[in-house]
């Protein structure tokens, strides 16, 4: 799986859009952008995902660059439940295919 | 409500006494799997199972053990717990249809093994 890399910590005014980016630079054909995160210790939960094309639901939206080698996840309001970490997760979407959650980047939402 | 739920929520053992934690799924997942987290590791997959009676190592597989005899339960077992596996543990299981791929995790156990 590719390797990504995530800015250790951002801060971001409730109300504003939250830009957070992910390098993935060798990032193969086949496999997948994932995000998730997590809040204070609980469980990890699903943002989106994608492959090459920018998606958006009812979370967030994710752009990822023509060349697939960095993703930016945009939480375009941000609240103060918004704040966790959050986790960027390149793999392949095999049957088998786990999540490697690294460090990620723990997103502060302030007043 | 679509969830996964763990127990027991927290746990404080002793070395080599026998533990089993609980995870159970109500969404008729096929796909369950395992996770540990440590400080500066972020999350580690233990185990993971692609259906009832297939079950395979995943990341850090040493010192656990896991079955699958029903797809709803996915229960992780310690035979011999040791202080190096004091961790946060968290469950999860996995729908994958059509654009869908998406891992719901339980809330997690916190494990202290003195």
């Known amino acids: 799986d590719a390797k990504t890399t995530q800015p250790t910590s951002m801060d971001c005014a409730e109300g504003r859009a939250a830009n957070l980016p992910c390098n993935h630079s060798t990032i193969s054909g086949n496999e997948y952008v994932y995000w998730y995160r997590q809040i204070h210790s609980q469980g990890p939960q699903y943002i989106i995902h994608?492959?090459?094309n920018n998606e958006t639901n009812e979370m967030a939206s994710l752009i990822i660059t023509e060349d697939r080698k960095s993703s930016t996840l945009i939480l375009p309001h941000a609240t103060l439940r918004d704040t966790a970490v959050y986790y960027c997760i390149v793999t392949f979407r095999g049957t088998a295919s786990k999540l490697t959650f690294g460090t990620g980047t723990r997103l502060q939402v302030t007043l | 409500e679509a969830q996964v739920t763990q127990n027991p929520r927290y746990l404080i053992t002793v070395t080599g006494k026998k533990l089993t934690v609980t995870c159970s799924q109500n969404?008729?997942?096929?796909?369950m799997s395992w996770y540990r987290q440590d400080p500066g590791l972020g999350l580690r997959q233990i185990y993971y199972s692609m259906n009832v009676e297939v079950t395979d190592k995943g990341d850090v597989p040493e010192g656990y053990k896991v079955s699958r005899k029903e797809k709803r339960n996915f229960p992780l077992i310690l035979e011999s717990p040791s202080p190096n596996q004091t961790s946060l543990y968290f469950c999860a299981s996995r729908v994958r249809q059509g654009i869908t791929d998406t891992q719901y995790f339980g809330p997690g156990t916190r494990l202290t093994v003195l």
């Open positions: 969404m008729n997942h096929e796909y």
């Open positions: 994608g492959l090459k």
